[in-house]
């Protein structure tokens, strides 16, 4: 039987780049398990549908928030937490002080922003990885502002930490930027401002190439992704359960 490619968007009244992780194929087959681990933007501007769905059908149990503080003031925790859902702050960005690593000037300087993520805020990162693990059931919700840097790092750890090819990983990164104009075209409706240029439409866009430079960084630079959570506090068994929770059972 063809192990048929999901469909791994999902849909909603007040999301426009929201996505399952569940589906991504494994090393040695299989894909991860679906309904564990979701991605998305920020959730402000979820409808009473959008929440009934997301903590009814979907069985969202925890929001893991990777927004600095100067943003949940300006746009709220989100519909969820005012449904009482369990909300973890991690913020991935200091709110002063942050210092970016050196690189080639022929490096994209998002991937100085990708490393800045794990040297600044190290037991953030892991914190949201054990966050994951220590859940027997039920869905977690990984979100900043757009669903495409700070979202895209972490989830390129744990999609790395379960067994993704490297190449799925990136893959899986750069599918948001097929969700750039829709997310702008929300957030200047509600502002009441005109839309950004193609160009500058063009400049967020995630692309394969920093993505793939940032993990081959940690490849050289950490031994990869998974010593990197190693070494940063992650234990061998919150990894296993980890892969237990992601992965199909044997």
């Known amino acids: 039987?063809?192990?048929?490619?999901?469909?791994?968007?999902?849909?909603?009244?007040?999301?426009?780049n929201a996505r399952d992780v569940g589906g991504l194929p494994l090393e040695g087959g299989g894909r991860v398990r679906p309904g564990v681990l979701l991605r998305t933007e920020s959730l402000?501007?979820?409808?009473?549908?959008?929440?009934?769905?997301?903590?009814?059908?979907?069985g969202v149990v925890q929001v893991l928030d990777l927004r600095k503080d100067e943003e949940l003031v300006a746009s709220g925790p989100g519909a969820l937490a005012d449904a009482g859902i369990t909300v973890h702050r991690l913020s991935l960005i200091p709110e002063t002080g942050r210092g970016l690593p050196e690189l080639g000037a022929d490096t994209d300087p998002m991937?100085?922003?990708?490393?800045?993520?794990?040297?600044?805020?190290?037991?953030?990162?892991?914190?949201g990885v054990r966050r994951i693990?220590?859940?027997?059931?039920?869905?977690t919700i990984?979100?900043?502002?757009?669903?495409?840097?700070?979202?895209g790092v972490l989830v390129a750890l744990i999609s790395s930490a379960v067994g993704v090819p490297r190449d799925e990983v990136v893959a899986d990164y750069v599918l948001s930027a097929t969700r750039i104009e829709a997310?702008?075209?929300?957030?200047?409706?509600g502002r009441g401002e005109p839309m950004p240029t193609t160009a500058d439409l063009d400049r967020h866009r995630p692309r394969a190439e920093v993505m793939q430079t940032f993990l081959e960084?940690?490849?050289?630079?950490?031994?990869?992704?998974?010593q990197w959570l190693r070494d940063n506090g992650l234990t061998d068994d919150e990894l296993?359960?980890?892969?237990?929770?992601?992965?199909?059972?044997a």
């Open 1 to 16: 039987m063809t192990d048929l490619v999901p469909d791994r968007w999902l849909t909603f009244d007040g999301l426009a």
């Open 133 to 139: 693990a220590e859940r027997e059931t039920g869905a």
């Open 44 to 58: 402000e501007a979820l409808s009473p549908g959008d929440v009934a769905r997301l903590t009814g059908e979907l």
């Open 217 to 226: 960084l940690l490849d050289e630079r950490h031994g990869g992704p998974v």
């Open 240 to 249: 296993a359960r980890l892969r237990s929770r992601l992965r199909p059972a």
């Open 111 to 127: 991937v100085g922003h990708y490393l800045a993520y794990l040297g600044d805020r190290a037991a953030n990162v892991v914190t």
């Open 142 to 151: 990984v979100h900043c502002a757009a669903g495409k840097d700070r979202t």
């Open 183 to 189: 997310l702008f075209r929300r957030w200047t409706t």
